[in-house]
Each structure stands twice: as structure tokens, then as C-alpha cells.
């Protein structure tokens, strides 16, 4: 409920310093290389990578907490011209979405959800995860998964993930907007 009205009054307020309105090169590479499908963005915030997706052939599902984020994502879908579904919702439940994907992306949700939450997301992307479909992730690794002192945080998730999904690249870095270590994960679903 916090977690939820903290969203809420960043969408409503002003604008989050998370939507920058720019699409990642780390996504722009990936949809050069793959041939559309369907795809579902975890935590779409405004829509920009949703759009982003669409515009390359994709059918695209965003799912954000926020209803100020939905609203603002579906009139700038509208005003672009592309075709995404937009829903109002916890990334953790996934309720209202169905059916699988060949690509789940997630910028900057995955380490805003509570530890607790983070086990019914891993069960939800290893749900909704098409066969050889493709997990991106991009996340800080200063985050608490579970009281386990003895794996790195980078170790801890790619555990959580481990049922459905193998580790194919991993590229480190700084978040530039709060100097956190953070990653893009690269992951896909193993047969």
C-alpha cells in the first residue's frame, strides 16, 4: 500500500526521475536481433519501452502499480499510434495477464518490490516465460533478497531465477541517476 502511493504521487505530482522517456540501447540492441513475438513489461511506468517494443512489430502487455503511470502510458500510446495493452497491477500477482511471452523485460521494478514479493515475481516470470523466450532484467544489486549472508546479490537472483531461466550475459555497471551498482541481465528460458 506504501510502495504503491509512493508511485502514485511521483506519476501524479511530478515526473520520476526513473522516466526518462528514452528507451535503453541494451533493449534497442535486442530487438534489432529478434524477430517480434509478444511481449510483457514489468513495472512500464509511462510506456515508453512498451511503445518502444511495439513500434518494432511486437505485441506488447505493460503492467504498472501506478494508475497515474497507466493513464499517462496510454495517451502517449495513443498519441504515437502504436498498440499495447496497458494494465493496472501488482508485478508480483500478475492478475489480468495471460497466456506466455516470448520476452519479459523489467527496467528498474524488480528492486522496488519487498523481499517477499520478489519469490511470487520469480514464480510469475517463470509462468508467463515462453519456451527459448527471453528475460531481460535491469536492476541495482544493493537490494536484500532473502537473509542469506553467504551469496553475493548477484548470486541470490540468479538463484531465484535459476528454475526457469540461464544466465547469458550480465553486464555491470552504475546506475547513473543513484550511483547504485547495478546490472542488465540477460536471461532465457531453459527447455
Known amino acids: 500500500m506504501i510502495r504503491r502511493l509512493f508511485f502514485e504521487l511521483h506519476y501524479m505530482l ?3 526521475r526513473w522516466d526518462t522517456g528514452i528507451s535503453p540501447p541494451e533493449l534497442i540492441e535486442f530487438l534489432e536481433m529478434q524477430p517480434p513475438g509478444r511481449a510483457l513489461d514489468l513495472g512500464c511506468g509511462t510506456g515508453t519501452n512498451a511503445i518502444t517494443i511495439a513500434q518494432y512489430g511486437w505485441d506488447v502487455v505493460g503492467i ?3 494508475t497515474h503511470a497507466i493513464r499517462k502510458a496510454r495517451r502517449k500510446t495513443n498519441s504515437v499510434g502504436a498498440k499495447v495493452t496497458f494494465i493496472q497491477g501488482d508485478v508480483a500477482e500478475l492478475k489480468g495477464i495471460e497466456g506466455i511471452f516470448d520476452l519479459i523485460l523489467d527496467i528498474g521494478c524488480f528492486h522496488a518490490i519487498t523481499t517477499a514479493s520478489k519469490w511470487e515475481y520469480a514464480r510469475n ?3 508467463h516465460l515462453g519456451p527459448n523466450g527471453f528475460f531481460l532484467l535491469y536492476t541495482w544489486l544493493q537490494q536484500e533478497i532473502d537473509g542469506d549472508k553467504s ?4 548470486e541470490k537472483l540468479l538463484k531465484l531465477f535459476s528454475p526457469c531461466c540461464k544466465c547469458i550475459n550480465v553486464v555491470r555497471s552504475s546506475d547513473w541517476a543513484s550511483h547504485r551498482l547495478s546490472a542488465w541481465f540477460t536471461m532465457r528460458r531453459v527447455p
Open 14 to 16: 511530478k515526473k520520476a
Open 125 to 127: 516470470v517463470q509462468k
Open 64 to 66: 504498472d502499480i501506478s
Open 151 to 154: 551469496l553475493s546479490l548477484e
